[in-house]
């Protein structure tokens, strides 16, 4: 019986934690999904603390599909998927991941690894047991999750956020989310079998919030003229953010980050050097396929 490689992550960079942490949370999944556990796969904006707290390993489709792509490895995806009838119309998050996972379909049904599965760059994942989604970032989520939960016939939790017309929120908007919430607690309980781990749950909250506000602190970094910080830096922490932010991962990744920036500022090490003459401001999504052209 082999034994697990002891990593000194004390020792590490925060570009090499990083490296380290990101793969770490498919290998998280592979593992539950082997020991018998509960995986979820998790839009990136659904809360993960629920999932979190009851032991259920969390896959996140769209940081997965942006790996692929940042990899090369979505033409490939895209055609099974468009091959399925998902027009080139849908948002390519989706039809990357409906590819991919109707690969590892093919692969369950027959116990063959499919070619394009075989030479994909994509990180292996299991398929999910349950699927979870909120619909307060696009309405492509809601449809995208739906046919997840169709094709793999698995539970979709659904969390359905009221549009905020006016601020501060409403008090019967916030009572219609609290009813969201303990409606998918109570999924949560019958597909687990067992009570609601509130006492973790509080904890994994308070992981969450840590983690968010080193993130938070990096962003700050910004106020400086120079900078140094540049956007891409950001575009690939990102990650930790969305797939491990109700992990310790995250939080010490970050705050490793955090001490390197304070160390570039005491020793005036600029982004882009002192020639920072203007700058640009990003609003969208990376285009993962192309990061080091951008």
Known sequence: ?????????????????LG????KVDEDAR???????????????APPEFCTAMDIAIVYPETHAAGIGARHGAPAMLEVAENKGYNQDICSYCRVNMGYMELLKQQALTGETPEV????PASPIPLPDVVLTC????????????????ELNVPLINIDVPFNHEFPVTKH???YIVGEFKHAIKQLEDLCGRPFDYDKFFEVQKQTQRSIAAWNKIATYFQYKPSPLNGFDLFNYMG?????????YSEITFNKFLKELDEKVANKKWAFGDNEKSRVTWEGIAVWIALGHT
Do not use: H
Request: charge should be positive.
């Open 31 to 45: 593992k539950a999904k082997k020991e018998g556990r509960l995986v979820c796969w998790s839009a990136s904006v």
């Open 173 to 175: 908007a916030k009572q």
């Open 240 to 248: 930790l953010a969305v797939a491990a932010r109700s992990l310790n």
């Open 20 to 23: 380290y942490f990101l793969p």
């Open 1 to 17: 019986m082999s034994e697990e490689k002891t990593v000194d992550i004390e020792s590490m960079s925060s570009k090499e934690a």
């Open 135 to 150: 619909n307060n970032i696009c309405n492509t989520l809601l449809k995208w999750y739906e046919n997840l939960a169709k």
């Open 117 to 120: 599965l075989k030479n994909s």
